[in-house]
């Protein structure tokens, strides 16, 4: 608004030039200077008029965008009571001094308009085990199946959260979810977890293997899909531990992890197949 505010200041300068410029050609020029003096007030006046119907259609575009924002914030009580105080606060932030304080309010709105934007295009970001981590809530929520890959770190099997994480599983079992469990792991670490995907194979999850130097690079990522319709990707740190999730409903993403999945169990091996028998 403020550039838009600096051009129609420069339009009002060019027409006041131009008139006064048109007025002092046309008196060297013509025996009529009042006539002279009128056509380049006349000039003048029409640039101010031109500035002025802009300038109103500015105002006019502005109120109707805030009457329809305030018809929609009007709609839900909880909405408009937070998006007042976040405005009141924001303005009050950005009156003080202390930049610092300005700086992180605007990323404070930014922040929030971003989340917002993701999960209107279907997805958000969520830290691994935090608040709105969707890992173990997936099997809560579940229906039918839940399709999960592990390339990540496994010694949280082991951990007070891995057995918890565990249970919820079991859970889901005992109401008639499916679950299919495919560890991507080294030959080495499948070895030293044996006793972990026997544990899971007999409590009725579906448990396959596959080694990572025998798959494609796409097909080695660790992640998660209930019923075909929400898909969490995991973000591994470089240590393999889970850093962050990337919570999906969008139809074409999720499609094409359900895809990716079916493409991986040709590639993996069943548990039954690979446990050596004498480990039975």
């Known amino acids: 608004m403020k550039s838009q505010e600096r051009i129609f200041d420069t339009l009002q300068l060019i027409g006041l030039f ?19 003096a009128i056509l380049g007030l006349g000039v003048a006046i029409l640039f101010q008029l031109y500035d002025m119907q802009r300038r109103q259609s500015a105002s006019e575009e502005k109120i109707l965008q805030a009457t329809a924002l305030s018809r929609k ?6 909405l408009y009571k937070h998006i007042q105080q976040i405005v009141d606060n924001y303005l009050l932030v950005k009156d003080g001094w202390f930049d610092l304080f300005k700086n992180r309010a605007n990323d404070a709105v930014i922040e929030c308009r971003n989340t917002l934007t993701s999960m209107a295009e279907g997805y958000m970001l969520a830290e691994s085990r935090g ?4 890992g173990a809530e997936g099997f809560t929520r579940a229906e039918k199946i839940v399709k999960a890959v ?4 496994v010694g949280y099997w082991k951990s007070t959260y891995g057995e918890k994480y565990f249970q919820v599983n079991v859970a889901a079992m005992k109401h008639g979810v499916r679950i299919i469990r495919v560890f991507i792991q080294p030959q080495k670490i499948l070895d030293e977890i044996v006793d972990i995907l026997k544990n899971q194979r007999d409590a009725g999850v579906e448990v396959y293997t596959a080694l990572p130097e025998e798959l494609p690079r796409e097909l080695n990522e660790d992640y998660l899909i209930m019923d075909d319709r929400v898909c969490v ?5 470089g240590d393999r531990h889970a850093r962050e999730e990337r919570i999906s409903i969008d139809e074409v993403e999720v499609e094409r992890m359900v895809k990716r999945f ?7 091996r069943k548990l039954d197949g690979v446990v050596d028998s004498s480990k039975e």
């Not at 914030?73 to 909880?78: A, S």
């Not at 592990?150 to 770190?153: K, Y």
């Not at 079916?262 to 993996?268: G, I, P």
């Open 73 to 78: 914030l009007y709609q839900d009580d909880w």
């Open 18 to 36: 131009l008139g006064v410029l048109l007025s002092v050609v046309l008196i060297f020029v013509t025996d009529n200077p009042i006539g002279s």
């Open 150 to 153: 592990t390339a990540g770190e």
């Open 131 to 134: 608040r709105f981590a969707f």
């Open 233 to 237: 990707r995991m973000e591994l740190a």
């Open 262 to 268: 079916d493409m991986l169990l040709r590639h993996a």
